[in-house]
């Protein structure tokens, strides 16, 4: 389902946001996802609209509480990895700045049913495969003017297994918290970019966390 927001020619940037947690499906009526709110993306989404840029806003959370402001704002609602990273691929090439707040799957199932499933015995398996990778695809297509952030949760080593994502994944900015953070209202967040230092955020709202993470980017694009 997509609900259109066409943008005008008042904003500052362009910036593509992605929110919520990929459903995965194992048979028409199961699926396997995690307990993403979209709460940080669809704040993301606001400070952005409240600081005047264009958004598209790539969401699995269907009933989005965000308005239209001024026609700044395209909405486009997916649901598994695979049609996000086919929203992502469609509006990548025209965006100023991704930043993939979403909670995608790293696994998918490999041959989900087309069938319900019968509970005909006390153990069932299911083979997965990788989901796609959508944060690699970007790092490694973007161009020279345009920045791409991601976000990593990790419950140890938590500056470090970042870090690694930041590099490996070529981003220019990586926001980490652990999965506390997780459907929660507030969040203690840390930054990096590459080349300077951790910047540890005090636990706030995700409203201020947003805000925050939305003027490094205009202060990254030298808006």
């Known amino acids: 389902m997509v609900s259109w927001y066409l943008c005008g020619k008042s904003g500052k940037m362009r910036i593509l946001i992605t929110a919520g947690g990929t459903r995965e499906y194992i048979d028409p ?5 995690n307990a993403s709110s979209g709460k940080m993306g669809h704040a993301l989404v606001r400070a952005a ?11 699995t959370i269907e009933k989005s509480k965000i308005k239209n402001q001024k026609s700044k704002l395209r909405i486009v609602t997916v649901d598994t990895a695979s049609q996000m990273i086919e929203a992502v691929k469609k509006y990548f090439p025209r965006c100023d700045c991704l930043i993939m707040a979403a909670a995608v799957a790293d696994y998918t199932p490999s041959n989900p049913s087309k069938t319900k499933i019968k509970k005909d015995s006390k153990i069932l398996t299911i083979k997965l495969k990788a989901a796609p990778d959508i944060i690699r695809w970007a790092g490694n297509h973007k161009k020279k003017n345009q920045t791409v952030i991601g976000f990593a949760v990790e419950d140890k080593d938590v500056r470090r297994r970042a870090e690694k994502k930041l590099r490996e994944k070529n981003l220019n900015m990586i ?5 506390d953070a ?9 930054i990096k970019m590459p080349g300077c ?5 005090p636990t706030a709202s ?8 939305i003027a490094m980017v205009e202060k990254i694009k030298n808006f």
């Open 197 to 201: 230092k951790w910047l540890k955020l």
């Open 175 to 179: 926001v980490a918290n652990t999965p």
């Open 182 to 190: 997780i459907g929660a209202d507030r969040a203690c967040v840390q």
């Open 29 to 33: 009526v199961r699926f396997i996802s």
């Open 49 to 59: 609209l409240k600081a005047g840029h264009k958004v598209t806003l790539i969401t």
């Open 206 to 213: 995700k409203t201020t966390i947003a805000k925050k993470i």
